[in-house]
């Protein structure tokens, strides 16, 4: 059986050890060199960002996140071990990990490591498909010759060369399609390098929960369940009409994931599907000026990122989470793309009004969505407000403002409540 070894890149027969430097980190498959779909992921990305640049944080329980009313963005594998996980309210990381150190997210750091990976990936393949900064799709078909290795090598060297050059950690998931690989990476976290192969996919997907399958939230899961289906192995049993006309197009979805196909491409130029921004308070608020001002904060941030990308949308969100952490969704669609914070804020400010008052609330967000190319914004104005042509061109006069003299030259006041 094919074998590689992790550690100087040796590739051999089957051994418990690497006959060249005697690491025992072996990686042995029968398909080992026939793969070519992989997703990589790195390991507690922010936190590993943060130990590096701080070594005293090395042996400590670290989670990345904002305050104690906030939520946890990552953590190192010694807070996981308390229970501690990603998008857990802050109060519970603290209670169930109180000795952990708090760090506050640096994105700019994080942004440049990311960028510094990604470069490391276009040195082994042109094909791939970012799903965040830290982790992504990379098909590595027909590199072989160009590298004078198979795939699985190439990525070895990738993951030694993020820890030698970087300091950051990650882990593979080697497979023949996207649904597979994915799972790949998460079975031997951290510094994994898992395969899924397809002689093994049947036997590998069916005792396995249906919560394997990505997408299959607790909503999801809990509709299943409802429907007798706990495991692949259940699902299998059904027919896909049936699976249709129960679950609609998910019940397709999961139909073909289930017998582990997944025909979609590692696509590089994988389109934008939303832009949104939100805040968590330090502590729920219900005063109607503070949250206004909010609103108009962040109906400005996805304006911004919307003309900085060249996009526009059709669909405006706003998001609220009660003290309680019941969450509130309101969306609108608009007659034309919009990509302007007069306007994303009056629409939001307008779902805002329809929610019933009185709660207190804890977070506040703004998103755009159905998007289209920026030259489709706000084209021909608003018949039912003369205004909006004068407003959108006060603020385009702003933005260049901004442009030259900074993000604060001109500040409206509404912001400042």
């Known amino acids: 059986m094919p074998a590689l070894c992790r550690s100087c890149l040796t590739c051999f027969d089957t051994g418990p050890r690497c006959p060249q430097c005697r690491s025992p980190r072996i990686l042995s498959h029968p398909e080992l060199f026939d793969l070519s779909i992989a997703h990589m992921d790195c390991d507690a990305f922010y936190a590993s960002v943060e130990k590096r640049d701080n070594p005293g944080l090395r042996d ?11 939520v946890v963005s990552t953590c190192c ?22 000795e952990a150190v708090v760090v506050r997210p640096r994105m700019q750091v ?8 990604r470069q490391m990936m276009e040195d ?18 027909g590199t072989a010759r160009l590298h004078g290795a198979p795939p699985a090598v190439m ?17 593979v998931g080697l497979s023949h399609n996207k649904f597979l690989a994915k799972i790949a990476s998460d079975l031997e976290k951290p510094r994994g390098f898992s395969i899924i192969g397809r ?25 299943l369940e409802r429907a007798g289906i706990r495991t692949i192995a259940d699902l299998l049993r059904w027919d896909q009409a049936d699976l249709v006309a129960r679950f609609g197009q998910m019940g397709d979805r999961l139909w073909h994931l289930a ?22 308070f330090n502590e729920d608020t219900q005063d109607g000026d503070l949250l ?15 003309k900085a990308k060249d996009l526009s949308g059709r669909t405006v969100t706003l998001k609220l989470k009660r003290a309680d952490f019941t969450q509130i969704t309101r969306r609108h669609g608009l007659t034309s793309p919009t990509q302007m914070a007069d306007r994303l804020y009056r629409e939001a400010r307008a779902l805002f009004d329809q929610v019933p008052g009185g709660a207190a609330y804890r977070l506040i967000g703004v998103g755009l969505s159905d998007l289209a190319p920026g030259s489709a914004a706000d084209a021909g104005g608003d018949l039912l407000d003369p205004q909006a042509v004068t407003r959108a061109r006060a603020e385009q006069a702003t933005d260049a403002i901004r442009a030259r003299f900074g993000r604060d030259a001109i500040i409206k006041g509404r912001a400042l409540r």
Do not use: N
């Not at 400590?60 to 906030?70: A, C, E, F, L």
């Not at 594998?77 to 109180?98: D, E, H, N, T």
């Not at 990525?155 to 882990?171: K, N, P």
């Open 60 to 70: 400590k329980p670290v989670i990345v996140g904002g305050g104690t009313r906030g």
């Open 77 to 98: 594998y010694i807070a996981r071990i308390s229970g501690v996980r990603s998008a857990m309210p802050m109060f519970q990381a603290l209670k169930l990990c109180p």
């Open 110 to 117: 994080y942004a440049e490591v990311s960028r510094q990976i």
């Open 124 to 141: 082994l393949t042109p094909a791939i498909e970012p799903l965040s900064l830290d982790e992504a799709f990379l098909d590595l078909t």
């Open 155 to 171: 990525l070895a060297r990738l993951i030694r060369r993020m820890e030698t050059e970087l300091g950051i950690s990650g882990s």
């Open 199 to 223: 002689a093994e996919t049947a036997d590998f997907l069916t005792p396995r929960p249906v919560r394997i399958i990505w997408g299959v939230g607790t909503a999801t899961q809990a509709a």
């Open 259 to 280: 017998r582990g196909q997944d025909r979609r491409r590692v696509s590089r130029d994988e389109k934008l599907k939303s832009i949104s921004k939100e805040t968590t």
């Open 292 to 306: 206004d001002g909010h609103l108009w904060r962040l109906s400005v941030q996805v304006a911004d990122r919307a």
